[in-house]
């Protein structure tokens, strides 16, 4: 066995062990802290995969900031007692269990219909040189429309949170 | 398989030197001198008991602090008071794998790098992002000690933090530029001959040096421990050497701040007097210990800057503080990115 | 080029076990005269009251989702900076339209004083 495939399952099974922590626990700092650990094996399959920029983007911006907000809503809500928070059956739950059957049955589809000659092979398509210079040639348009995409939350973070604030 | 268990070896070496350094250098003497520094300025003495001139104190309060009462209060959280200070500290401790503290070594035909990963490819937003992970750190802290005082230090520790990290990337994001690489070795093969990146990022090492300053929670922002307000801020609750983990994390990150500064803006280990003087060949140990020695004066440099301004300027108001941050360093910090821009185009 | 990283992962999982050895030295070594009282939370010498865990002000939820939106702006400038020389005066005007976007966005946050700290 090779190095990648070795520490693939070692960060794929710790990965889903995270990801199952953090659905299953009742505290949602638990959770969060689970998650924050999954996106560190996650970043780990990345670095895996030569993708060194993707590696530490999944560090920097989903375990450095959005977990950070994450932790400063639990923190804002101070969901004291979680047992309150079970719920019965209801229309939610339904409709959550059925896309997650539909997820499923895509991942299955395409495990069936992938032969094992799209894995990625040795390549350099992770680099910061190459990220930058495919999207700042192939791909201008989607990154000028982030932008959009961006000034639209600043604005509809700074409503929802005014809101309260006045 | 054979050149994996020689990566593990060799790497297990490095780290075990590494984390000596930090204790001894940035925590040992950078406590001593911190103190003694201190007294000076206010005209007292300082240290002076234990051992010549004092220089054994350091060791004395860690003996001392691993023999305290490790106290955890009845309504704290154990789980998430234990995993803060080990956040902290790991964190701390990570960030040193792709500091460079020498170009190389050739011991038996091997090229032996002075430092863990320096070549990574994305060495220098590995800080950033750990910077960003240690955040936790003081979060969970705070929150996991259920007191008052502690919450209210996690909170505007972490929401300056976050808040300073913006003009960091964004002076950063100015050294990119001129550098064209995230490789932490690269910057500094680049800066030889005394081209030092500050030449060319003035006003970005002025604000990546205050963003620094409020990462690492120093005065004058040391706002999340101000003591008349909030006693100790987020390790109000902390005791023993759980706090002192807290402590040495604080100027393990003002070292991990400073060398992150001297890499960048001032040479990194490109020594201070040419190496070609004493006739040491690239590779020869004798100029690797020349790039040790330039290194490590620059960031003792640094670190007494750090310490000077700690003990002479007063600390800012919350409202100031937050102010400084986004109206003012962050705007500054978008200007630097355009103006490089705008005079490497037209100097082309 | 797997080998390379890992002295990176290495070093992380090394500082963390430095950091737990130190955790638990400090919980053996460290004197155990445990107390009731030694063990309330501090309260500058008051008893203390009600739980911390208070709900705070919306503010610091603000400042954090502010903090995401530019940091992630601050990302995409990462690669177009290393590539800055290659890209010459195309992708500087392209980083510069997405600048004056988002700095549109920065102005309406200041003007709406949603960032005002009283």
Known sequence: MSLEIILFIVLGVMGIASGFVTITSKNPVVSAMAL??????????????????????????YAGAIMVLVIFVIMLLNLGDEEKLKEKFSIRTFVAVLFGIVLLIQFVIIFLASSGSN?????????????????FTNYLFPFEAISLLLLAAIIGSVILAKRKVD | MSEFLWVIIESTIKAVIILTLIMLVYGAL???????????????IGPNRVGPFGLLQPFADVLKLFLKEDLVPTAANPTFHRLAPIITLGVAVAVYAVIPFGDYVTIAGRNIQLGLAPNAN????????????????????????????????ALRSTAQMISYELSMGLALVGVLMVAGTLSINQIVIQQSNYHWNIIYQPLGFILFLVAAFAETNRAPFDLPEAEPELVGGYNTEY???????????????????????????????????????????????????????????KIEIMVLFFIW???????????????LGWKVLLPLAIANVAGTGIVSLLLK | MTLEYIPLVFMLVFGFGIATVFMYLSEILGAKRSTKEKNTTYESGMT??????????VKFYLVAMLFLVFDIEIVFMYPWA????????????????????LLSGYIYVIKKGALKWD
Not at chain 1, 119 to 128: F, M, P, R, Y
Not at chain 2, 30 to 44: M, P
Not at chain 3, 48 to 57: C, H, L, M
Not at chain 3, 90 to 99: C, K, P, V
Request: hydrophobic share 55%; aromatic share 16%.
């Open chain 1, 36 to 61: 924050v650990f999954h996106f560190f094996m996650l970043a780990g399959l990345y670095l895996n995969m030569h993708a060194q920029f993707m590696a530490v983007l999944q560090v920097l911006v």
């Open chain 1, 119 to 135: 894995v990625l092979k040795e390549s350099n398509i992770g680099s910061v040189e190459m990220i930058g210079n495919e999207l």
């Open chain 2, 30 to 44: 950078g406590v001593y001198l911190e103190r003694k520094i201190s007294a000076w300025i206010q005209n007292r």
């Open chain 2, 122 to 153: 994305i060495a220098i937003l590995f800080v950033l992002a750990m910077t960003s992970v240690g955040v936790y750190g003081i979060t969970l802290g705070g929150w996991s000690s259920n007191n008052k005082y502690s919450l209210l230090g």
């Open chain 2, 239 to 297: 005791s023993g050497m759980k706090f002192g983990m807290f402590f040495l994390a604080e100027y393990a990150n003002m070292g991990t701040s400073s060398a992150i500064m001297v890499l960048l803006y001032f040479g990194g280990w490109q020594t201070l007097v040419p190496g070609g003087w004493f006739g040491f060949e690239p590779g020869s140990i004798g100029l690797a210990l020349l790039q040790f020695v330039s290194f490590f004066i």
């Open chain 2, 309 to 323: 301004v700690r003990w002479s300027v007063p600390r800012f108001r919350y409202d100031q503080l937050m102010n």
């Open chain 3, 48 to 57: 203390p009251f009600k739980t911390a865990r208070d709900r705070f002000s």
């Open chain 3, 82 to 101: 290393v590539q800055f020389k290659q890209l010459g005066s195309t992708g500087f005007i392209a980083m510069m339209l997405f600048i004056v976007l």
